[in-house]
């Protein structure tokens, strides 16, 4: 499912242009962006979290030259789901 596919059933569902949507749901992404970055937390209860995690210096290699390298400590937004939204999931996708 893309942006747009989602900006089209948000409009029929709730009779709302596309326009509107549109940037209502762009807001929505800049405004989870916008608070990554400053290394805020976002909370949806029921939906899940976008968080902010820190991946520790560590030692890689370059193939190519052989040689080791330093990955220097950094953060990277990750999403963790709610309870309720796994189970959704598990119940209602069997292995297929």
Same mark, same amino acid.
């Given at each position: 499912?893309?942006? *747009?596919?989602?900006?089209?059933?948000?409009?029929?569902?709730?009779?709302?242009?596309?326009?509107?949507?549109? *940037?209502?749901?762009?807001?929505?992404?800049?405004?989870?962006?916008?608070? !990554?970055?400053?290394?805020?937390?976002?909370? !949806?209860?029921?939906?899940?979290?976008?968080?902010?995690?820190? &991946?520790?210096?560590?030692?890689? &290699?370059?193939?190519?030259?052989?040689?080791?390298?330093?990955?220097?400590?950094?953060?990277?937004?990750?999403?963790?789901?709610?309870?309720?939204?796994?189970?959704?999931?598990?119940?209602?996708?069997?292995?297929?």
């Amino acid at each position: 499912m893309t942006k *747009a596919d989602i900006v089209a059933k948000i409009s029929e569902k709730l009779g709302l242009e596309k326009g509107d949507v549109q *940037a209502t749901v762009e807001t929505f992404m800049e405004e989870v962006k916008n608070s !990554l970055e400053t290394g805020d937390n976002v909370y !949806l209860r029921g939906f899940g979290s976008f968080i902010v995690k820190t &991946r520790a210096e560590k030692t890689g &290699r370059n193939i190519s030259k052989n040689t080791t390298i330093k990955i220097p400590a950094h953060n990277i937004p990750a999403f963790k789901p709610a309870k309720v939204f796994v189970e959704g999931v598990k119940t209602n996708n069997e292995a297929k």
